[in-house]
């Protein structure tokens, strides 16, 4: 299995502990992790540059979704990967 695929594979399994994990990491690690799976969904965030307020204005939407929001994530997800 090539690198990219994995890659999208584990970024597109969107559970709590994610979440949770995403919310926890430095400012860098989760810039770093959004550039990564925007790249991998043809999205380019390179040039962007962002303030703490953003990265924390990022951490408040993702700690504020609820079970509902992260089981929709899923199923979109689902949905984009299967091509429907």
């Known amino acids: 299995m090539n690198m990219r695929k994995r890659q999208r594979g584990n970024l ?3 559970d709590r502990k994610r979440i949770n994990n995403l919310c926890s990491m430095s400012d860098e690690r989760l810039w770093g992790s959004i550039k990564l799976f925007a790249s991998i969904n043809g999205v380019d965030v390179s040039k962007k540059r962002v303030t703490p ?3 924390a204005g990022i ?3 993702l ?3 609820t079970d509902g929001d992260i089981a929709r994530i899923g199923e979109l ?4 990967k ?3």
Not at 77 to 80: C, S
């Open 63 to 65: 700690s504020s979704l």
């Open 59 to 61: 951490r408040r939407v």
């Open 12 to 14: 597109m399994k969107i």
């Open 53 to 55: 307020r953003d990265m």
């Open 82 to 84: 299967n091509g429907r």
């Open 77 to 80: 997800a689902d949905t984009y």
